[in-house]
């Protein structure tokens, strides 16, 4: 069955994040003291009596008519549709605002439950100021401190009294976790959108317009899940000023280690940059499988000749990534989008495949026949056996009799010829050395 989503919702800066962030138990929304922080939708798991249930967190709706404006209003529409049960909040501190009424207004329309939080309403002569949020006609309203948790739970009980009964869905692990990494404005945000078909994220040539790391479920044809994820762009270190752009380069990163295969979108029109290099490093040294997408090839000059040049550029200047595919791709026309899917699917059967020791063993003694291992002052490499001890990504051990004889070109030779024997595209391996003792 499905789980119950609920969405929180109001004007900007009356601390809609602080709330998300303390159901979701960890830092997942940007907290700051000023609005507009928060643009995106943005996704997390909560638990309250036994019921689990996803709580998403929105832009401040503001009713003005700039196109930013419109994008996060519209957001949050979305998120309304999504939701089972909506939080409006409202802040104490300025009473019912003309935007609050207004608000009030678009959630009867909606005609799902709301129930209406009033924060920062954190000692008793405040909560005495929340009866005027009677005159939203949105019924009781709950005062709470959301920096503190305080009132929080008589809220939370109203909200799972709307939920429908339902039995809870375990967790199914065949679930594939994805996200877009890459530097801001290569298009990652325009790729969530044309894979989904809807206007998931906010698409902007702005750099920087997303700051958040949303994730967004969804089933292909075949009935295969997926959880895509699409990160903040990430900025080179002396580039970061900004405290907000701070927290979207950490959150990316985060955003890396909770995904199973990684898209590293690269810019056709620009071409490869010293900041894509970082970037892939970030998800290769993670152990995540890694695709590369060349986007906006829609828009591309000399298709045939730079088709060419910009794969024997990207195997040139990622050398440790010659096991990951690369897709020329657009997300304004779609083209070869409908490849990814499959892409993924192989990947993370790629990054789940085990080896028998025999097997694996007696690959080991072609590659020793092929390649004897190195010496060094008259002592010889001498390697006993292999093992698998791990998958995601599939790691091997390699028991010797002096580890400190492993050069790291001969290690990466083993590396290659498990690569040539075993079908790993896609997929980082790793071969770590262990003496016998």
């Known amino acids: 069955m499905v789980t119950p989503t609920v969405a929180l919702v109001g004007r900007p800066n009356v601390g809609k994040s602080t709330i998300f962030n303390r159901l ?6 940007i907290v700051e003291d000023r609005p507009g922080v928060t643009r995106d939708r943005l996704y997390a798991t909560s638990t309250w ?33 999504e939701a089972d049960v909506i939080m409006m909040v409202a802040s104490v501190q300025e009473g019912v605002t003309d935007l609050d009424e207004e608000i009030a207004m678009l959630l ?28 939203l006609g949105l019924g009781e309203p709950y005062p709470i401190s959301g920096s503190h948790g305080t ?36 298009g990652k945000s325009s790729l969530v959108n044309a894979m989904l078909d809807e206007k998931r994220v906010i698409v902007s040539n702005i750099e920087g317009t997303t700051r958040d790391a949303v994730d967004t479920p969804f089933v292909d044809e075949e009935g295969q899940e997926y959880m895509m994820i699409d990160t903040a762009g990430i900025r080179r270190r002396g580039k970061v000023y900004e405290k907000t752009e701070k927290y979207s380069v950490l959150r990316a990163l985060s955003a890396i280690e909770r995904s199973d295969i990684v898209c590293l979108v690269l810019d056709a029109k620009t071409g490869i940059q010293e900041q894509d290099k970082r970037v892939a490093g970030y998800a290769y040294d993670a152990g995540k499988g890694i695709i590369i997408l060349v986007n906006k090839w829609d828009i591309a000059e000399n298709k045939e000749t730079l088709f060419d040049e ?51 063993n007696d ?23 292999m093992t698998q001890v791990s998958t995601k990504p599939p790691t091997f051990v390699a ?24 079908y790993f595209e896609g997929t980082p391996i790793r071969v770590i050395t262990r003496q016998r003792s």
């Open 24 to 29: 979701a138990g960890e830092r997942l929304s």
């Open 363 to 385: 690959v080991l003694l072609d590659a020793i026949a092929i390649n004897p291992p190195p010496s060094d002052k008259g002592r010889r490499l001498k390697i006993f056996y």
């Open 108 to 135: 009867h329309r909606t005609q799902k439950p709301i129930v209406l939080l009033i924060n920062k309403a954190d000692n008793p002569e405040q909560r005495q100021l929340v009866y005027d949020f009677y005159t």
């Open 310 to 360: 910009m794969t024997m550029q990207i195997r040139q200047e990622f050398q440790y990534l010659s096991f990951a595919p690369i897709l020329f791709v657009s997300a304004k026309t779609k083209q070869r989008l409908d490849r990814l899917p499959e892409l993924l699917k192989m990947i993370a059967e790629n990054r789940q495949r085990r080896i028998q020791s025999s097997v694996l």
């Open 151 to 186: 009132g929080l739970g008589d809220a939370l009980d109203e909200v799972v009294s709307h939920f429908p009964l339902q039995d809870e869905q375990d967790e199914d692990d065949s679930l594939i976790r994805f996200s877009f990494i890459g530097r801001p404005n290569v």
């Open 49 to 81: 009596l036994g019921r689990q249930f996803r709580i998403i967190d929105t832009g401040g709706i503001d009713m003005s008519d700039e196109p930013l404006m419109n994008q996060v209003r519209n957001q949050a529409e979305i998120a309304m549709d």
């Open 399 to 422: 028991f010797v009799n002096d580890k400190d004889l492993m050069h790291f070109s001969y290690e990466r030779f083993l590396e290659n010829q498990l690569r040539r024997a075993f």
